[in-house]
């Protein structure tokens, strides 16, 4: 039995694949490397080049390797690239993530973890945000991740897949062994670009709003 990463050659989803191989578990990762890096690859894990919205290769990944779960990471990312691309967004966030979805629960994948964000939320009422805040997102890339989440409540619910949808605020930091880390060129997530700027490495660090 093994566990497809997809998007496992990217930031996080290369932390996953080393915390799973580091727990003794047996890793495939899926990644067209649009984004992700093959150096971010664990040299245990097996890596399949292409893209997770291939379903004749999803299909023939998961009966080779014999995959019991899934965790989903591939996917667009950039809030605004979401808002000048929104149909770009929902092909490749949602319209893929169904043929997955189909591929998993057509091959008997048992678990799916799906990385969601916290975007779902929108602007929240009240913070700290718990889990039951409404979820109403407003831009192109929550809303392609929160139906992403509807599908997979449906599928629980109609077939015997269980899935957890995990919201991050900005992720941060790297594997303590050095072993990957946030590499993409050009920053987006809030913590690197402050880092960056108090490095010198930025001119300066654009906070929005007035109100916080």
């Known amino acids: 039995m093994s566990i497809l990463v997809t998007g496992g050659a990217g930031y996080i989803g290369s932390h996953m694949a080393l915390e799973l191989l580091d727990a003794g578990e047996k890793v495939v990762v899926l990644d067209n490397l649009s984004t992700g890096f093959r150096w ?44 000048s691309d929104p149909l770009g967004y929902y092909l490749n966030n949602t319209a893929k993530a169904r043929g997955l979805l189909e591929c998993a629960v057509d091959s008997g994948v048992k678990h799916f973890i799906f990385s969601s964000t916290a975007a779902v939320y929108g602007d929240p009422e009240q913070n700290p945000v718990t889990e039951d805040e409404r979820l109403k997102p407003i831009s192109p890339y929550g809303r392609s991740k929160l139906m992403v989440e509807w599908m997979l409540e449906d599928t629980a619910k109609a077939t015997p897949l269980s899935y957890v949808a995990l919201r991050y605020f900005n992720v941060a930091g790297a594997d303590p062994q050095g072993r990957s880390g946030q590499s993409t060129p050009n920053a987006t997530h809030l913590i690197k670009v402050a880092v960056q700027t108090a490095l010198g490495m930025r001119k300066g660090m654009d906070v929005y709003g007035v109100d916080y």
């Open 40 to 83: 971010a690859v664990p040299d245990k894990a097996t890596l399949v080049v292409g893209d997770f919205g291939d379903t004749d290769l999803v299909t023939e990944t998961l009966a080779r390797y014999d995959i019991e779960e899934i965790i989903h990471f591939a996917a667009k990312i950039v809030v605004p690239e979401s808002v």
